[in-house]
C-alpha cells in the first residue's frame, strides 16, 4: 500500500484556487483531490466542508500585503516614485484577488462576512490607509493641499477600473501592459496633485 502523500495546507488551498478560479465554486472536490494528488477524505479532514474550503482559498487577507507599505509612507522621498510603488503593490494585488472575490459572489458569499462591523470590511480598511497615506503625504508638503479623501478616491478608482474590466470582459492579464497603464495612471495622478512649483 503506498503511503499518503504529505500536503501542506497552502498546497491545498494553491490548488483549490486554481481549479475554483478555472471551473468556478461549483468544481467537484474529487478533482481538487485528484489534482493534488490526495484523497478525497483529505480536504475535508482539514477544512471540513467544500464552502469552508472555498472561503479559505479565495477570500481576500484581512490585512493586505500592500497595507503595509501604505501605513509606513510617505518618507521623504519624490511623491511620484513612492505612488508607483504603492500603486504597483496595489495593482498586483487586485488583478489576485478580483477573480476571487466574482468566484465568491457567484456562490452567493460576499466579503461582508469577513467583518461584524462595516469600519472593519476590507474596501472600509483600505480606503481608510490610502486617505491616510495622502493626507500624511499633503502634511508633509508632497502634495498640494487637496482633500486626502477625494486624493484617495482618485487613485483608488484609477487602479480597481482595470482589473475589474479585465476579468469581466475576459481579457486575461498582461502584465507589461498593466505596468504601463499603472505608470500613466500615476503619472496623470501625480501631474494633478504635486504642489505647484513641481508642475510643468
Not at 495546507?9 to 474529487?30: N, Y
Not at 503593490?89 to 457567484?106: D, G, K, N, Q, T
Not at 452567493?108 to 472593519?120: I, K, S, W, Y
Request: glycine share 6%.
Amino acid at each position: 500500500m503506498a503511503r499518503p502523500r504529505n500536503i501542506t495546507d497552502a498546497q491545498i488551498l494553491d490548488e483549490a484556487r486554481a481549479c475554483f478560479l478555472e471551473h468556478g465554486a461549483g468544481v467537484s472536490t474529487t478533482l481538487i483531490a485528484e489534482r493534488l494528488g490526495v484523497s478525497h477524505g483529505v480536504l475535508f479532514q482539514r477544512f471540513g466542508t467544500k464552502e469552508q474550503l472555498l472561503r479559505a482559498a479565495l477570500l481576500p487577507p484581512f490585512e493586505p500585503p500592500w497595507m503595509a507599505r501604505a501605513r509606513a509612507g510617505p518618507d521623504d522621498r519624490d511623491a511620484r516614485i513612492q505612488l508607483l510603488e504603492l500603486a504597483e503593490e496595489l495593482s498586483a494585488y487586485l488583478e489576485r484577488i478580483v477573480p476571487c472575490l466574482a468566484v465568491l459572489r457567484s456562490a452567493g458569499m460576499h466579503v461582508e462576512c469577513m467583518a461584524e462591523q462595516r469600519e472593519d470590511l476590507p474596501p472600509v480598511r483600505a480606503r481608510r490607509e490610502v486617505v491616510a497615506w495622502f493626507s500624511r503625504a499633503i502634511d508633509r508638503g508632497l502634495l498640494r493641499p487637496v482633500r486626502p479623501e477625494h486624493a484617495a478616491d482618485l487613485f483608488l478608482g484609477a487602479l480597481h477600473f482595470r482589473p475589474f474590466h479585465q476579468h469581466l470582459s475576459n481579457q486575461g492579464f498582461d502584465r507589461s501592459e498593466g505596468q504601463a497603464y499603472v505608470t500613466f495612471a500615476i503619472d496623470a495622478i501625480h501631474r494633478t496633485l504635486a504642489p505647484a512649483a513641481e508642475r510643468p
